[in-house]
């Protein structure tokens, strides 16, 4: 079979050839390949990094609304206290103190459902 061809080729160097071209597309593939297995591994990395950081920022800030919900139940029971102390001493509570009194419900209970839905 080393008979040249019409094109002056031998089919041993043909094949040859056939062989070395598959070997070199091949490799090419599979850089391209592995290529874009490594693109999707940093962004996978990038994105987790950036959900570890927003989870963490998420825990904070519920942690903030917990600090606060105690603060806005401190201040209703604050008020309370001082509309008791009043109404003992027969005076009538200033709307002041019921404005209090009722925003720091309102914002509890906000705070609360902030904490539900941040956790």
Known sequence: ??????LGKTYEQYKKELKEYKEINLSKVERIELGAIDDLKKKL???TSVFDKNVSEVRGMASKFVDLEQEFEKLMNESSLIKKQLSDLGVDDPKDLGFISLKSKELAKLSREFIKSLR
């Open 1 to 6: 079979m080393n008979t040249p061809t019409p």
């Open 45 to 47: 990395d990038k994105n």
